[in-house]
């Protein structure tokens, strides 16, 4: 199977696509007015301690305040003078964050986050900088390896080269190898760990100098980031379509990834680049609530502040077989899809599956597995729960970045996010009890009532009696003006 990315650079924005097989399963964007923000590094200002809550809000110089939890902070340093262990997992309790923070502070933290909906960013002070194939951890001594690195031999060879490395280079640090550094020869992992320290020791210098709330070190642009995360021996082709930054992403490309550097190409086609292998049909169906499925079945998916919700449906799809058959099919099919929806869209948080209802018990475990299956094909990690005695399929899904839903949409100004508007008869029934109220308000002679055509049309033909009858009930006459600019649950009443 075929793997290529696809980067298309426009006047204010970098959009990349990864498509396998022919079929888009990630997309990536970044605009000049919104970057993402996870992996920068801020020198901070304490705000807010909580106590009652474990966290604090720091002020980074972004619109909102950010969120400091104290499991996501280093402990004070030991008696030796050495940092403790980190908090969290396997660490024990937390200490308590008034301990470790005090307003008005200054501190060095990074975007765990993006900012998300009403929520400011969440944030470390664990600090983490990646490279090709490491992550150096300024404030942790643990040497480790991607779990997404199964291979037991390949994990212990890779353990091997890298904790002397760190021992005689980096004995202060913590290190961990990245998907990425599966295959990487000591020479390979030596030159990744002299780029991290002295990027640390640059950043640590300009984090001395920096005013509090002021970004101290950025991550790479887009096209490079997604390079060094993607770009693989896995990946067959990258296509850049501007000439400029495919000579900046080649000249990375030699720097960090020199095998892989005869892969990036400079796309010269007629056509966009994104109508290559349908990517730009696929981005932008990937905004709709409906997802069908090739049987005839189809997905409808919600995605709230809360959580996201997928509802399976048989759609047009009968089967030739019985009922159980036909439903095992469609779900199946729909596991397969909702895992490249999730992907895709980048879904993440709590997420709700319901499956059409299966009462075969293998049906459900076949079903679950196949899920599991398309899962694992994903880089963010997720967690599947089996199926609650209400039929539903629980599921979280680590989420880094905003989705591309929160990307590349807004709220609609119709509804304000409702998802629905009023109907016409209600918008009437409200314009009526308006224009009562009016007439105890107002020593008017008459009410004129400007709204969209439809609710016009509506009081003029199909309500006219009622009309006539709250005239004769106010002794004003009322009069009816349609605007085309209106929306439907949008109208003035106004006294003349």
Not at 195 to 224: I, Q
Not at 384 to 405: I, N, Q, W
């Amino acid at each position: 199977m075929s793997t290529e990315i696809l980067v298309n650079i426009g006047q204010n924005e970098t959009r990349v696509a990864l498509v396998e097989g022919g079929a888009l399963q990630e997309a990536f964007v970044q605009r000049a007015s919104r970057h993402g923000l996870v992996g920068n590094i801020y020198k901070g200002i304490v705000k807010r301690v909580l106590p009652g809550m474990q966290a604090a809000f720091v002020e980074i110089g972004l619109e909102r305040t950010a969120f400091l939890h104290a499991a996501d902070m280093q402990r004070p340093a030991n008696g030796a003078g050495e940092i403790a262990d980190v908090v969290g997992a396997d660490a024990g309790e937390a200490p308590p964050i008034d301990r470790l923070l005090s307003e008005g502070q200054d501190v060095l933290v990074q975007v765990l986050k993006d900012p998300l909906g009403t929520k400011g960013a969440r944030l470390t002070t664990l600090l983490s900088i990646p490279s090709r194939y490491l992550v150096l951890l300024p404030f942790d001594r643990h040497v480790g390896v991607s779990a997404r690195i199964e291979d037991e031999m390949e994990r212990e060879r890779l353990k091997a080269l890298v904790a002397p490395l760190v021992r005689e280079r980096a004995p202060a640090y913590g290190v961990i190898v990245r998907t990425a550094g599966e295959g990487a020869d000591a020479a390979a992992l030596a030159a990744d760990l002299d780029f991290l320290l002295r990027l640390w020791e640059s950043v640590s210098v300009r984090a001395d100098d920096a005013a509090p709330g002021t970004l101290v070190h950025g991550d790479l642009p887009l096209s490079m980031r997604i390079l060094r995360d993607l770009l693989g021996t896995e990946v067959d082709r990258v296509r850049i379509d501007n000439a400029a930054e495919c000579e900046r992403v080649t000249r990375f490309a030699e720097t960090f990834v020199p095998r892989a550097a005869q892969k990036v190409e400079q796309y010269d086609g007629a056509a966009p680049i994104f109508d290559l292998f349908g990517a730009e049909d696929d981005l932008n169906r990937a905004l709709d609530r409906r997802v069908d499925l090739k049987s005839g079945g189809h997905l409808v998916i919600d995605q709230t502040e809360a959580m996201t919700t997928i509802d399976v449906n048989t759609g047009a799809f009968t089967g030739h077989k019985n009922l159980e058959e036909t439903i095992l099919k469609t779900n199946l099919e729909a596991a397969q899809a909702i895992a490249r929806q999730l992907r895709l869209r980048n879904l993440g948080g709590i997420i709700i599956l319901d499956f059409i209802d299966m009462r075969n018990e293998a049906h459900r475990s076949q079903v679950l597995r196949a899920l599991e299956k398309e899962l694992r094909k994903d880089p963010a990690r997720s967690t599947v729960h089996p199926f609650s005695p209400l039929g539903l399929v629980e599921m979280t899904r680590k989420r880094t970045r905003e989705s591309l839903g929160h990307i590349l949409c807004e709220p609609c100004p119709g509804c304000e996010g409702r998802g629905s508007v009023k109907t016409v008869e209600t918008v009437c029934n409200e314009i009526m009890r308006d224009i009562a109220r009016s007439a105890r308000q107002f020593e008017a002679k008459a009410f004129l009532v400007i709204a969209a055509p439809g609710v016009i049309a509506r009081l003029s033909e199909e309500q006219p009696q009622a009309l006539a009858e709250l005239e004769e009930q106010l002794h004003r006459p009322i009069r009816l003006q349609a605007e085309p600019q209106y929306l439907r649950d949008a109208y003035d009443v106004v006294p003349l």
